[in-house]
């Protein structure tokens, strides 16, 4: 699967935009782009996921970069719940040599910890 | 909202024992997974399944291991002889359908392993 770039970590204060970044250059032009998360003590949760256009939904939106090297998961307003570990994750597609079974492959993710 | 369930939430065997891991994926779904996280770690696929036989495994998933769907809504995973190595929390998914498309991976609370 093709490999994506995220930060370690990142803080947020409560009821404040959260932009986080992930960065996949490598991406193939049928790989999906996929955000997961995982709280404490759970399991990973899908958030969001796109190939090409901006999208949004009840949890969070992902904007796209034009040339698809770069992606970004917005939470409008943060709020402690959304305190997790952030998984970007690419699927699908030629760089999954075309018979990944739909396995999600996992790097470290970005720690987001939301400040009251 | 459907989920998938595990059970037990915490297994605690001793080194050299048989355990079997059990999982309830959503009702409807097709293609089955099982994930696990060494703590602190991040978060490793195992196996996937469809079909009533393994699609893709990963080198962890060794001669060790099984998994099987006994019955029409259980999936289960074997571990044959544990290793401390092993101890893990363990991840059960589903999705209604699989490659290529996008579709979205359930997972379960998890099971916690420990083995002594």
């Known amino acids: 699967d093709a490999k994506t770039t995220q930060p370690n970590s990142m803080e947020s204060n409560e009821e404040e935009p959260v932009h986080l970044p992930c960065n996949h250059s490598?991406?193939?032009?049928?790989?999906?782009i996929h955000w997961y998360r995982q709280l404490p003590s759970q399991g990973p949760e899908y958030v969001i996921h796109?190939?090409?256009s901006n999208v949004n939904n009840r949890m969070a939106s992902l904007a796209i970069a034009e040339d698809r090297k770069s992606s970004t998961l917005i939470l409008h307003r943060a709020t402690l719940r959304d305190a997790a570990v952030y998984y970007c994750?690419?699927?699908?597609?030629?760089?999954?040599?075309?018979?990944?079974?739909?396995?999600?492959?996992f790097g470290q993710g970005t720690i987001l910890t939301v400040h009251p | 909202e459907p989920e998938v369930t595990q059970t037990p939430s915490h297994q605690v065997t001793q080194m050299g024992q048989e355990v079997i891991l059990r999982c309830v994926p959503i009702?409807?779904?097709?293609?089955f997974y099982w994930y696990r996280q060494i703590l602190g770690q991040k978060v490793e696929f195992l196996v996937s399944?469809?079909?009533?036989?393994?699609?893709?495994k990963s080198e962890i998933f060794d001669d060790q291991f099984s998994v099987e769907r006994p019955d029409g809504s259980n999936f289960t995973l074997k571990i044959r002889s544990t290793k401390l190595e092993d101890s893990a929390m363990y991840f059960c998914?589903?999705?209604?359908?699989?490659?290529?498309?996008?579709?979205?991976?359930?997972f379960g609370p998890g099971t916690r392993l420990t083995v002594l």
């Open positions: 490598t991406i193939s032009g049928t790989d999906y």
């Open positions: 399944f469809y079909n009533n036989e393994i699609s893709e």
């Open positions: 994750i690419l699927r699908g597609g030629a760089s999954a040599g075309g018979t990944s079974y739909g396995k999600l492959t």
């Open positions: 009702s409807n779904h097709l293609y």
């Open positions: 998914a589903s999705t209604e359908r699989g490659y290529p498309t996008a579709d979205t991976q359930y």
């Open positions: 796109g190939l090409t």
